[in-house]
């Protein structure tokens, strides 16, 4: 794949090839993508699963328009967003901070309560939706570590985020499906691999100023 | 930078060089992720803005909490969604697939209407939401392939949204403005880049199942 463009070998794979596996290696690269994503103030408002159990994978078939990706991919990343953030939370991020870099609280206070004042400052849903916003960045971040790997992904919105929810034990632990994204090697038989790239002229959508 | 890992090499850069600039090659490089970052069903519903232009920089940085990236970066990329989506569009994009790929257009009928089904059943408020979530993507795309060049960024919700529209001209374009990233080369008197960059463990946000 180094020999073409990986912006262009990328694509939403549409089979993948059921018998071929990430490496551990290569996994925990995804992983460290996700991990190291940023975020606003770096609070990091998300969670991440990553299923291999074909059991599981074979449960969420069907609430995700039975779509194959789902249980032929090797690994299917889903990615989770808070539905809730406090100022407990925001004070522990700041603590985090103060003794990862060895500063004394008093240091990070007012960049604390700027945090708070920001977050707490919208509204229940605008907090919500921002959380969620901030879990795309991540998924940029983890569609692109794919490609650099040589690795196929398929991210998709089109899925039942209620009963993700409900099979992954989401809600109890204050968070919810954002958007899922098998990862694995695609199929010979997949014909979209080889389907021109489609997208608007460069002229038109990026303006010099 | 490539003795470390990127994905520590990467901050939010608070100082930029001023003299530094970006390459016309990289500078491309950059705009390529944009274009090329996948959307929710390859509908692109974004605009990007590519600014060096010092006057218009002076102008947007008292509209961005008077942050010194603003005017010191090499170039400021501001990512934008669009405000609307009607079917007309969806069929301008299904148009350009079955021109691109050589296909007649009644392949691509069946999609066209369901693209159109999921996007106009969304609520105005649902599906101004929706774009703007796919230029977070867009946003990690570019932040990973600057990180990928050794370029640095910063990326920006703070800043005023309404005023930015109408400097910007975007509001009559039918265009809002998401997300502004400076990049450019850290200063070298930019303390932070030397911070640790503090993450939640991994054990605590990524599960396998």
């Known amino acids: 794949m180094t020999t073409k463009n990986p912006l262009l070998w990328r694509y939403a794979t549409k089979l993948f090839d059921p018998d071929a596996k990430v490496s551990p290696e290569d996994l925990q690269y995804l992983v460290d993508s996700l991990v190291y994503s940023p975020s606003s103030f770096g609070l990091q408002p998300w969670h991440f699963l990553v299923v291999s159990d074909p059991h599981l994978k074979a449960k969420l078939k069907p609430i995700s328009w039975n779509q194959p990706q789902i249980t032929d ?97 989401l809600k109890e632990q204050s968070l919810t499906a954002v958007v899922a994204c098998p990862v694995g090697y695609r199929s010979k038989s997949d014909s979209a691999a080889a389907l021109k790239k489609v997208r608007w002229n460069e002229s038109d959508i990026v303006e010099h100023l």
């Open 73 to 169: 991919c090797s690994h299917l990343f889903v990615l989770c967003a808070r539905t809730s953030m406090d100022a407990a939370y925001i004070e522990r991020h700041a603590a985090h901070i103060a003794e990862s870099r060895s500063m004394t609280s008093s240091k990070t206070d007012a960049y604390t309560q700027m945090m708070i004042s920001n977050v707490l400052g919208k509204s229940e849903d605008q907090r919500a939706d921002w959380m969620q916003r901030q879990v795309y960045i991540a998924l940029g971040f983890l569609l692109s570590a794919c490609m650099h790997k040589g690795i196929d992904s398929c991210p998709m919105e089109g899925f039942d985020k209620d009963k993700y929810d409900e099979i992954l034990g």
